[in-house]
């Protein structure tokens, strides 16, 4: 009787706290949300939000439209979470940049951060003091004092794309990939790359596996969910094998890449190279060996396939308005030590189109904060909108065509100044300089000594230049040397740094 009556007494223990849990989360989930006010935006779904109105590819003409619609600030439901995009340069600068201490850290990428990557890639972390330190490590190493190390790297890197694009010139994209990964690769393993190189290709096969959810924010749906990965228990989280697979993958070309650093200079090499020191900066600040090697391969994998997606983006351009080509050509053609417009082409192109994603790198705001009449609570995803930004008509007059002109003004050497292509604030790209000096000899090389056209019956779809295509040409071009003077110029200037990639 005694164990009877201790029994119902312990079940109405269980069924109170049960009762008591509901009704708390009936509570929270039921309060109104008075203190927050946010800009309005379009109506979404119950659960889902605005996620399915947002294509998962090529987002850029629906961002564009919204941000039409609602002016400089608009809200969507994301899933379970709430984003606001900021449409024009001023609500831009003024909350990620001017009040870039609050708007410093990133959402949670439950697959692409947390699983897929083990948490380790700095450009998804959070404001943790594991980010502070990669953050000042990349610095070091990239900041504009440190560009002489990269010039000679630069310098041969570019001759051999000039040769490259000289002899097989239908293989514009890979050779633009290994321009922009040797480069950086130099820098850090001290040694070339090539296309050839089985660990060079599944790195950007490492690439496509991490971005392939980045291109919109509707590209993985479970990702807007980040409590959907922690409440469902692991054999059922169907996303989870491939994104471990991956995970794998890549710490395994990371490993590679060190081993054959390792072996060479056991063989007597003596590279003077970034990785090389990477075991006294894991001991200095405690990273273990994965975390390590991810912010050597964070930098080779956001030096290599950023720059290779702006050469693509250049071409087509060129390709598809001639006019400014000319006027690049003759600058070239005059006057080698000074080229204002081949700046004012590198900003163009971070204008015209973004580069891996058109709406921007998201932020998570770290304290609640009021702009205008708004109130945003902490936590809340901020994002740049790349694209409606880049084509406002009043910020961008005939925004759609691509002119350097536009940025001929006293801004000009300001190199972050009048485009968001490198992002701003305090996580603005790190490698900015190195990928400015990168795309300005190659830019220039590459004007001086071809010309670029549409292929007859294949036109450029400007709208949708794929930032995934690695094995594939994103579209069709003819490039074709100026002159014979100029095929004699290549042979002359750039056989030699090419000869071994043709
Ligand atoms: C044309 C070339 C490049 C473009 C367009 C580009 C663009 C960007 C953008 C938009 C971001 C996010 C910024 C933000 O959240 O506000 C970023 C972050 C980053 N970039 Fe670049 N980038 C380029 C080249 C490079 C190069 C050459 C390196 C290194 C060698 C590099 C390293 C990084 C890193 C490490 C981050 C993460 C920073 C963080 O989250 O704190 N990037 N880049």
């Known amino acids: 009787m005694a164990l009877l009556d201790s029994l119902r007494s312990q079940n109405s223990l269980l069924l109170a706290t049960v009762g008591a849990l509901v009704l708390l989360v009936v509570v929270v989930l039921l309060k109104p949300r008075t203190k927050y006010r946010y800009p309005p935006g379009p109506k979404g779904i119950p659960v889902f939000g605005n996620l399915f109105q947002l294509p998962p590819a090529y987002p850029g003409a629906k961002l564009i439209e919204w941000g039409k619609q609602y002016g400089d600030l608009f809200t969507v439901q994301l899933g379970a979470r709430r984003w606001v995009f900021l449409n024009s340069s001023e609500t831009a600068r003024e909350l990620l940049d001017r009040r870039g201490r609050l708007y410093i850290s990133r959402p949670e990428f439950p697959v692409t951060q947390d699983i897929l990557s083990g948490g380790k890639r700095i450009v998804m972390m959070g404001h943790t003091q594991r980010w502070r330190d990669l953050r000042k490590i990349m610095h070091q190493l990239l900041m504009a004092s440190n560009s002489e190390t990269y010039k000679p790297f630069q310098d041969v890197e570019s001759r051999a794309l000039v040769w490259q694009y000289f002899k ?19 820098v850090v393993f001290g040694r070339r790359t090539s296309m050839e190189d089985e660990n060079v290709r599944l790195l950007f096969s490492t690439i496509d596996d991490f971005l ?67 075991a006294d900066l894991a001991e200095k600040y405690g990273f273990d060996k994965a975390q390590a090697y991810f912010a050597a391969g964070s930098i080779i994998e956001a030096g290599s396939d950023t720059t290779r997606n702006q050469l693509n983006i250049m071409l087509a351009a060129a390709a598809k308005y001639p006019a400014w080509v000319a006027n690049a050509q003759k600058q070239l053609d005059e006057d080698w030590d000074r080229l204002p417009y081949i700046v004012a082409v590198i900003k163009e192109t971070l204008r015209w189109r973004p580069n891996m994603t058109a709406s921007g790198v998201p932020r998570a705001l770290i304290e609640d904060d009021t702009y205008r009449d708004f109130v945003f609570e902490k936590g809340t995803v901020f994002v740049y909108n790349h694209f409606a930004i880049s084509h406002n008509e009043q910020e961008f007059p005939q925004n759609e065509v691509f002119l350097p002109e536009r940025f001929l003004n006293d801004d000009l050497q300001e190199l972050l100044k009048g485009h968001l292509g490198f992002g701003t604030g305090r996580r603005v790209c790190p490698g900015w300089h190195v990928a400015t000096r990168n795309m300005f000899i190659a830019f220039s090389r590459l004007l001086y000594c071809f010309d670029f056209k549409e292929v007859p019956g294949a036109p450029i779809d400007v709208w949708k230049i794929d930032p995934l295509a690695h094995a594939r040409p994103p579209f069709e071009i003819q490039i074709t040397p100026r002159s014979e003077e100029h095929v004699r110029l290549i042979e002359r200037e750039c056989g030699q740094a090419g000869q071994e990639f043709a």
């Open 168 to 186: 097989r010139p239908d293989e514009f994209y890979k050779h633009g990939a290994r321009f922009a990964n040797s480069v950086i690769f130099s």
């Open 212 to 278: 392939e959810t980045q291109t919109s924010p509707s590209a993985a749906l479970v990702e807007q969910f980040p409590w959907v990965v922690k409440i469902l228990p692991r054999p059922l989280q169907w996303f989870r094998p491939k994104a471990e697979r991956s995970y794998r993958k890549t710490i395994g070309v990371y490993t590679a890449f060190f081993e054959d650093m390792e072996r060479r200079i056991q063989q007597g090499e003596n590279p003077e190279c970034f990785a090389r020191g990477m």
